[in-house]
């Protein structure tokens, strides 16, 4: 979902989301990434949430070339198309 999104639409896209099989806690657009030995959010946006529009990650397989989507792609995408 692009960042603009109202919040709204955030909440009712992250009611569709399973829980966390190894947890069982929750997946939410305002949780923070997080290092993996102590836990604690490398940006915490509980704390700064203002901050959360302005990060964005996304993964790829190393050696390939990331791919970036254009607004209409994302649209599609977010309309199961």
């Known amino acids: 979902m692009p960042h603009d999104t109202a919040p709204d639409a955030w909440r009712t896209y992250e009611e ?3 829980e966390c099989t190894r947890c069982g806690g929750d997946f939410a657009h305002r949780h923070s990434l997080r290092c993996p030995m102590c836990g ?7 704390k ?5 529009p302005l990060e964005y990650y996304g993964n790829y397989f190393y050696g390939d070339q990331p791919r970036h989507l254009d607004r209409q792609e994302v649209a599609s995408c977010n309309n199961g198309g």
Do not use: K
């Not at 700064?48 to 959360?52: G, I």
């Open 16 to 18: 569709t989301l399973p």
């Open 40 to 46: 604690e959010p490398y940006i915490d946006f509980a």
């Open 48 to 52: 700064y949430p203002e901050e959360r």
